[in-house]
């Protein structure tokens, strides 16, 4: 089964930007649609950005869109979240997911990384 590991959380003001990255190991990373989940204290984990295996499509819920882009690079294992225009409703942990030939379940799951926006 695959690993990931996230990176790149802080603390920004807002209307900043951080760039978030998920480095997946243990199995072939095509093999895998990938997305971004965030969850805020007393909220539901969300969804905010999905992948599929090779890059050419993307979604994004209408709270994100313009502001958010997910991208992957398959030959670095790595898929990437590069959020713009952050807003203190941002601030949330926000976790790497992995669904295994695109089933609709994600399965496997980085343990997050705290994003602070402050206002």
């Known amino acids: 089964q695959v690993q990931l590991e996230e990176s790149g959380g802080g603390l920004v003001q807002a209307g900043g930007s951080l760039r978030l990255s998920c480095v997946a190991s243990?199995?072939?990373?095509?093999?895998?649609?990938m997305a971004w989940f965030r969850q805020a204290p007393g909220k539901e984990r969300e969804l905010i950005a999905a992948?599929?295996?090779?890059?050419?499509?993307?979604h994004y819920p209408n709270s994100v869109k313009g502001r958010f882009t997910i991208s992957r690079d398959n030959a670095e294992n790595t898929v990437t979240l590069q959020m713009n225009s952050l807003k203190p409703e941002d601030t949330a942990v926000y976790y790497c997911?992995?669904?295994?030939?695109?089933?609709?379940?994600?399965?496997?799951w980085g343990q997050g990384t705290q994003v602070t926006v402050s206002s």
């Open positions: 992948i599929n295996w090779r890059g050419d499509a993307t």
């Open positions: 243990g199995h072939t990373f095509t093999d895998y649609h």
């Open positions: 997911a992995a669904d295994f030939l695109g089933q609709g379940a994600y399965a496997y």
